[in-house]
C-alpha cells in the first residue's frame, strides 16, 4: 500500500510570506505528527494530530500551526516566515497514537526560506 | 524530559562486516518505545526496528537487531553483514506512554560503508 505522502517536496519561500504543506498518511492510518529538521536543532517536533484533533504540541511560537482533515490528511502552516524556518518538514503516520512500532514518515518537504 | 543521546557522530565500517550504533537514553517513565530510523541523502525517514521498554526479547528485523539494556538504559542498533546502500543517517528515538506520536531524537550518526 502507498506510504506517507507529502507536497510539496521542494519549496522556496522569502521571509514574511506563509507557507501550507500537506502530508497523506498511510490509509487507514489516523494519527499524523510533524517534525522540523535543521542542522542546527535537529529533529523536533512540532505537533500531533489524531482524528482531527491535535493532541501534542512541541515548543515552537504560534506562526506554526496545523489541522487534520476526515480523511485524516494533514496541512501544516507557517506564516511569516523567517529564515530560520528553513528546514526540512517531515510527517509522520500511525494507525493508533502509542504503544504501537508503527509510526512510518514521508520523504519531506524541503523549504527554503529567502 | 526524555533524552538521547547517541555519541558516535560518524561511523565506517567495511562491506559485510557487523556494525554497532550506540544509543543511549534517559526518562523517568516507566513505559517507552526506542525506534531507530535511517535517513539517506534524499530525506526520508525509513523505519528500521522497534522495541517496547516492556518487551522480554531483543527486537530484530532482518539484518538489523537492537541490543535492549533496560537497567544501562541503552538500545543499541547492530547491522549485520553491512551493505554499501546502508550508508546514511542513523537516529534513535523515543516515546513515552502518554506522549502520543510525540518522539524525542538524538543528533544521529553518519555511517559510512566502504568496500
Known amino acids: 500500500k502507498a506510504g506517507v505522502t507529502q507536497t510539496p517536496r521542494y519549496l522556496i519561500k522569502t521571509r514574511g510570506q506563509q507557507v501550507t504543506l500537506s502530508c497523506s498518511p498511510i490509509s487507514g492510518h489516523r494519527s499524523v505528527s510533524w517534525y522540523q529538521q535543521t542542522p542546527g536543532q535537529g529533529l523536533q517536533f512540532l505537533f500531533e494530530y489524531f482524528s482531527e484533533t491535535q493532541r501534542n504540541k512541541g515548543n515552537f511560537p504560534g506562526r506554526f500551526s496545523g489541522r487534520q482533515f476526515s480523511n485524516s490528511r494533514s496541512e501544516m502552516n507557517v506564516s511569516t516566515l523567517e529564515l530560520g524556518d528553513s528546514a526540512l518538514y517531515l510527517c509522520?503516520?500511525?494507525?493508533?497514537?502509542?504503544?504501537?512500532?508503527?509510526?512510518?514518515f514521508g520523504e519531506g518537504s524541503r523549504l527554503t526560506v529567502l | 524530559a526524555q533524552k538521547i543521546t547517541q555519541t558516535q557522530p560518524g561511523m565506517f565500517v567495511q562491506e559485510k562486516e557487523a556494525v554497532t550504533l550506540d544509543c543511549t537514553y534517559d526518562?523517568?517513565?516507566?513505559?517507552?518505545?526506542l525506534f531507530w530510523y535511517k535517513q539517506p541523502s534524499s530525506g526520508e525517514m525509513i523505519f528500521l526496528i522497534y522495541q517496547g521498554s516492556y518487551d522480554q526479547q531483543n527486537a530484530t528485523e532482518g539484518r538489523y537487531s537492537l541490543n535492549f539494556q533496560k537497567a544501562r538504559k541503552s538500545a543499541n542498533l547492530v547491522i549485520s553483514a553491512s551493505q554499501l546502500g546502508d550508508s546514511a543517517m542513523y537516529f534513535c528515538a523515543m516515546r513515552v506512554t502518554g506522549g502520543g506520536n510525540k518522539l524525542t531524537f538524538g543528533t544521529g550518526t553518519q555511517l559510512k560503508v566502504e568496500l
Open positions: 509522520a503516520s500511525s494507525f493508533h497514537r502509542e504503544n504501537t512500532g508503527e509510526l512510518f
Open positions: 526518562t523517568s517513565d516507566p513505559s517507552y518505545g
